[in-house]
């Protein structure tokens, strides 16, 4: 069965650069979420889309913002990175519909600030 | 706000040995409750969920029975296997409140469990 996939599932930056996550959900899923897990950490929630509108918003620090696009992948886009933003970033998405509604999560991106 | 309190790891047990992982919640409302396992290097993955009070999830073995009087969600096995070793996350969601599903999750923080031969 096809599961949520992300890209890409490692990447380096530098203090101050920019970084783009992205997160393809499962087909006729209409709702996505990102979270935040530091090292060692619980996974934090950071934003929420369904159909392409922001739904929700958690811990997402202002130099970040999310989008998601007609064909329902969503994009995570950090900038000035800091050392701190290294984390695992998870996407996970769902659907309303159906009697089934709780969230599948991806493997992950792997964000490491240098 | 909700929060989600698991007993601190880690755990470690032999092989064939009962396992319990103690959760609590708080939360305002009626959440429904989760317990997520990563295995190293993977994502989170749903074990097993129970939406409303003595509901019991189970899966793979795991068992674990909504308990509202005690704002519980103990996680528990008869019989772990090696490949039980990961790290277990006991989640609440408020769920389908106002037209959400249940993916806005408040996570505890997370037990490893080893398991040896």
């Known amino acids: 069965a096809a599961g949520v996939i992300q890209s890409p599932r490692h990447l380096i930056k530098e203090k101050r650069e920019t970084a783009t996550l992205k997160c393809y959900p499962i087909?006729?899923?209409?709702?996505v979420y990102w979270y935040q897990q530091g090292p060692g950490q619980d996974p934090q929630f950071l934003i929420s889309?369904?159909?392409?509108?922001?739904?929700d918003k958690g811990s997402i620090p202002d130099r970040f913002s999310a989008q998601q696009f007609s064909d329902y992948h969503s994009e995570l886009n950090m900038s000035s990175l800091e050392l701190g933003d290294s984390a695992l970033y998870f996407c996970?998405?769902?659907?309303?519909?159906?009697?089934?509604?709780?969230?599948?999560f991806g493997q992950g991106t792997r964000l490491t600030v240098v | 706000g909700n929060s989600v309190t698991q007993m601190e790891g880690p755990v470690t047990l032999s092989e064939e040995a009962f396992l319990t992982i103690n959760c609590t919640y708080t939360?305002?409302?009626?959440?429904?409750l989760f317990w997520y396992v990563q295995y190293p290097g993977e994502g989170l993955q749903l074990l097993l969920k129970?939406?409303?009070?003595?509901d019991k999830g189970s899966n793979k073995g795991f068992e674990a029975t909504y308990r509202k009087e005690t704002t519980s969600f103990h996680l528990e096995k008869g019989s772990v296997q090696v490949s039980d070793s990961a790290v277990y996350f006991c989640?609440?969601?408020?769920?389908?409140?106002?037209?959400?599903?249940?993916?806005?999750?408040?996570f505890g923080q997370g037990t490893i469990l080893t398991v040896h031969p």
């Open positions: 889309f369904y159909e392409k509108m922001q739904s």
């Open positions: 129970a939406t409303k009070a003595d």
């Open positions: 939360a305002t409302g009626y959440p429904s």
């Open positions: 996970a998405s769902s659907s309303l519909r159906g009697p089934n509604t709780e969230a599948f």
């Open positions: 087909p006729r899923h209409d709702t």
């Open positions: 989640a609440l969601s408020e769920g389908n409140a106002g037209g959400t599903s249940y993916g806005k999750l408040t």
